[in-house]
């Protein structure tokens, strides 16, 4: 196993790009949702359109519910972590325990 290691320009891209699909997730959401409410509301769909319009809804406001919260969310949690890299990348190898145990392999 080769020793790895980003360089903080290339984590800051990652991080940046990271935070645009943050807000692009959370914009997304909050917009599903809109149209969800609305279709259920004026009652747009009916037969066969509305049970397959209806699932595939679904399946894209529980997609996006799960990945655009802020807060424990798996975007929001890369970037901090990201972050947390960028913060301290000198020491991020020395002292991250799981790394040392990989390169003791």
Not at 17 to 41: G, H, M, N, P, S
Not at 77 to 94: G, I, R, V
């Amino acid at each position: 196993m080769s020793d790895f290691k980003g360089t903080e320009e290339a984590i800051s891209t990652i991080k940046e790009t990271l935070d645009t699909i943050q807000i692009k997730l959370e914009d997304t959401y909050t917009r599903i949702l809109a149209v969800q409410q609305t279709l259920e509301d004026n009652k747009i769909w009916a037969g066969e359109s509305q049970l397959v319009g209806t699932a595939f809804l679904d399946l894209v406001v529980q997609y996006h519910g799960q990945l655009a919260p802020e807060k424990d969310g798996p975007v929001s949690m890369a970037s901090e972590a990201l972050q947390a890299y960028l913060d301290d990348a000198e020491s991020f190898y020395t002292g991250w325990s799981k790394h040392m145990d990989l390169m003791g392999i």
